[in-house]
């Protein structure tokens, strides 16, 4: 990918009552905004990250679509708010 592309976390928070973490923002991506969701379980898993709706998502291709993926979790794991690649 050469486009630059910007991730911004927009919320990302601890819920005692399941001991889990929840976190939501945006993607920016050859001038579309994705929005996304995820949470980590606190299990071993990492964060599980999803389209809100995959109909926005739907033009991007595969490999696309899992790059875009792995850089939120990149931001995620890294405790960024916001990252410009």
């Known amino acids: 990918m050469t486009d630059n592309i910007s ?10 009552q399941f001991d889990d973490y929840l976190s ?3 993607i920016e991506y050859k001038g579309k905004i994705y929005y996304w ?4 379980s606190n ?4 964060w599980e990250v999803e389209p809100i709706t995959e109909e926005d ?3 991007l291709d595969e490999g696309e679509f899992n790059e ?3 850089l939120i979790e990149k931001c ?10």
């Open 7 to 16: 991730v911004t976390i927009d919320s990302k928070y601890h819920r005692g």
């Open 24 to 26: 939501g923002g945006k």
């Open 37 to 40: 969701s995820a949470q980590d």
């Open 43 to 46: 299990y071993g898993f990492g």
């Open 57 to 59: 998502w739907s033009g």
């Open 68 to 70: 875009l993926i792995n």
């Open 76 to 85: 995620l794991y890294e405790h960024q708010t916001e990252y410009v690649f």
